[in-house]
């Protein structure tokens, strides 16, 4: 790895983290959108059903697409900050990044909310990061030439 610390498949931090934001809030909104129009529709009387599944989208989803937006931008910092820190991109500084995102965004509610919330954070992208490298080498697996049959 030469004299640049940075990884030039993805932009520059500033430009990641507000790439992420965005996407996050798009996330959000719109899984927020579908969830509560569907929720809005089920507790609406007979008749009404479109309009309650319409206002409680309008109520709810801009407040999801916010929460998405706020763990996507504090995760994206983090990752960035790790990797300036750590100079190397590995599945460690999603892992942090995302306990230190949930352990931030449950400060408010005191340092054992905050553990918990880091924990869980940091559980669920050690998750998703062994998916994705579980996916990764099975789909290498599939690709192996194999040696035609004589």
């Known amino acids: ?5 940075q990884d030039h498949s993805r932009d520059p ?3 990641v983290i507000l790439n992420d934001l965005g996407g996050a809030f798009v996330m959000g909104a719109v899984g927020g959108g579908i969830w ?3 929720k809005g529709a089920k507790n609406s009387p007979r008749g009404e059903r479109l309009t309650g599944a319409v206002s409680a989208m309008k109520a709810r ?4 697409g916010g929460n998405f937006a706020v763990w996507g931008g504090l995760f994206s910092t983090f990752d960035c900050g790790l990797k300036g820190i ?4 590995d599945p460690w500084n999603s892992i942090m990044s ?4 949930g352990g931030v965004l449950a400060a408010r509610g005191g340092a054992k909310a905050a553990t918990i919330s880091a924990v869980v954070g940091g559980g669920l992208l050690a998750l998703i990061e062994g998916i994705g490298i579980a996916i990764s080498r099975w789909t290498a697996e599939q690709n192996r030439p ?3 049959q004589m």
Do not use: D, I, N
Not at 1 to 5: A, E, R
Not at 61 to 64: D, E, F, S, T
């Open 98 to 101: 995302g306990a230190l995102t």
């Open 86 to 89: 750590r100079q190397k991109e």
């Open 61 to 64: 989803a801009p407040v999801l």
């Open 36 to 38: 509560h129009s569907v």
């Open 1 to 5: 790895m030469g004299h640049s610390s």
């Open 13 to 15: 931090c500033p430009w």
């Open 146 to 148: 194999v040696m035609p």
